[in-house]
């Protein structure tokens, strides 16, 4: 009822409860677990402790990122949910091969597994590159770690193994940037550092293309089938 006793007229109402972004977080474990497999891989530390990698994804890298995807599916982010849970599958498959198998043995098995896993990043990442093109690339540099890496492991080359590193240090470089690039955004509410923001990206940072009232009932959680 309206305030002079006429009834109210009829409408849909969306209720969402603000959330930050999960991509910080997503990306700063991931370059934890990234770098922790270059310094194996590139001989900055002995093989053997390539268990404590292992120990890192597991504990540390595939909780936050599964923590990140839930979150993206909460705020409704198909591509921080996706890559995020992506991430974290793949790093707790990586980890667990890690720990299980001889120091510094490559394992065909994982390399399939890690082949595959660089193929579907690249759906995130594609996803990602008309909205924001820094979340996108660190997408599309994990999906190439994934790809050397998974190469080395199924024919155990030196050259390759060599090559999986440096694109893992140059992945844990673009993570760093990106979050905290995103976290100066959110907390300065203002795009600080470039983060290739475009079409719908920005316009969500800008304040544009507000969703009409008519749009709602097509939106999730209203619709009746997804």
Same mark, same amino acid.
């Given at each position: 009822?309206?305030?002079?006793?006429?009834?109210?007229?009829?409408?849909? $109402?969306?209720?969402?409860?603000?959330?930050?972004?999960?991509?910080?977080?997503?990306?700063?474990?991931?370059?934890?677990?990234?770098?922790?497999?270059?310094?194996?891989?590139?001989?900055?530390?002995?093989?053997?402790?390539?268990?404590?990698?292992?120990?890192?994804?597991?504990?540390?890298?595939?909780?936050?990122?599964?923590?990140? @995807?839930?979150?993206?599916?909460?705020?409704?982010?198909?591509?921080?949910?996706?890559?995020?849970?992506?991430?974290?599958?793949?790093?707790?498959?990586?980890?667990?091969?890690?720990?299980?198998?001889?120091?510094?043995?490559?394992?065909?098995?994982?390399?399939?597994?890690?082949?595959?896993?660089?193929?579907a990043m690249l759906v995130p990442a594609a996803a990602a590159l008309g @909205?924001?093109?820094?979340?996108?690339?660190?997408?599309?540099?994990?999906?190439?770690?994934?790809?050397?890496?998974?190469?080395?492991?199924?024919?155990? @080359?030196?050259?390759?193994?060599?090559?999986?590193?440096?694109?893992?240090?140059?992945?844990?470089?673009?993570?760093?940037?990106?979050?905290?690039?995103?976290?100066?955004?959110?907390?300065?509410?203002?795009?600080?550092?470039?983060?290739? $923001?475009?079409?719908?990206? $920005?316009?969500?940072?800008?304040?544009?293309?507000?969703?009409?009232?008519?749009?709602?009932?097509?939106?999730?959680?209203?619709?009746?089938?997804?």
């Amino acid at each position: 009822m309206t305030t002079d006793g006429a009834p109210a007229a009829a409408g849909t $109402r969306v209720v969402l409860r603000p959330l930050a972004t999960p991509l910080p977080l997503g990306f700063l474990a991931l370059a934890l677990a990234t770098t922790m497999f270059s310094a194996v891989q590139l001989g900055w530390i002995d093989a053997d402790q390539g268990r404590v990698a292992g120990f890192t994804a597991l504990f540390l890298t595939v909780p936050l990122q599964l923590l990140a @995807s839930v979150f993206g599916f909460l705020g409704r982010d198909p591509v921080a949910a996706t890559g995020m849970g992506v991430l974290s599958g793949t790093w707790a498959v990586a980890g667990i091969t890690t720990l299980t198998n001889p120091p510094g043995a490559a394992s065909q098995g994982l390399g399939v597994v890690l082949l595959l896993a660089g193929m579907a990043m690249l759906v995130p990442a594609a996803a990602a590159l008309g @909205s924001k093109v820094v979340p996108a690339a660190v997408m599309a540099l994990a999906a190439t770690r994934f790809a050397v890496t998974g190469v080395y492991e199924l024919t155990g @080359s030196a050259g390759w193994e060599a090559a999986a590193g440096w694109v893992g240090v140059a992945l844990a470089l673009l993570a760093l940037y990106a979050a905290f690039a995103l976290e100066l955004e959110a907390t300065r509410l203002r795009t600080v550092l470039p983060l290739g $923001r475009r079409g719908a990206g $920005r316009s969500a940072m800008v304040g544009e293309g507000p969703l009409h009232s008519d749009d709602l009932v097509r939106e999730v959680g209203v619709r009746p089938q997804l």
